[in-house]
Nanobody, 126 residues
Framework: QVQLAESGGGLVQAGGSLRLSCAAS????????MGWFRQAPGKEREVVAA????????YYADSVKGRFTISRDNAKNTVYLQMNSLKPEDTAVYYC???????????????????WGQGTQVTVSS
């Protein structure tokens, strides 16, 4: 069982930045592929970014490419999402997700992830 705890959400003006963190309980964090998803009111959950076990491979949704950066620190069992140039359309609940994955792979579909955090609200005002 992997427990995930997100932090770092909040209210920010358009153009601002936030950094989300997700701490995992599993001691074998380096065996876990991670992802960030978001869900806005009335919309389906969508992938934002994903990262392989080692951090060597990353994926970004087109809507955040060039503005968001996913990274991980396996020594701290933590994955990060640095969000710059935020837009009102980035407003959503952000979730981190984890799955035991194969080396060198990231995963972009919600059904590929077994473990989920409780979510953190990000609100971007115009």
């Amino acid at each position: 069982q992997v427990q995930l705890a997100e932090s770092g959400g909040g209210l920010v003006q358009a153009g601002g930045s936030l950094r989300l963190s997700c701490a995992a309980s599993d001691r074998t964090f380096s065996s876990i592929a991670m992802g960030w998803f978001r869900q806005a009111p009335g919309k389906e959950r969508e992938v934002v970014a994903a990262i392989s076990r080692s951090g060597g491979r990353t994926y970004y949704a087109d809507s955040v490419k060039g503005r968001f950066t996913i990274s991980r620190d396996n020594a701290k069992n933590t994955v990060y999402l640095q969000m710059n140039s935020l837009k009102p359309e980035d407003t959503a609940v952000y979730y981190c997700a984890a799955t035991y994955g194969s080396a060198g792979y990231y995963y972009t579909r919600a059904e590929q992830y077994r473990y989920w955090g409780q979510g953190t609200q990000v609100t971007v005002s115009s």
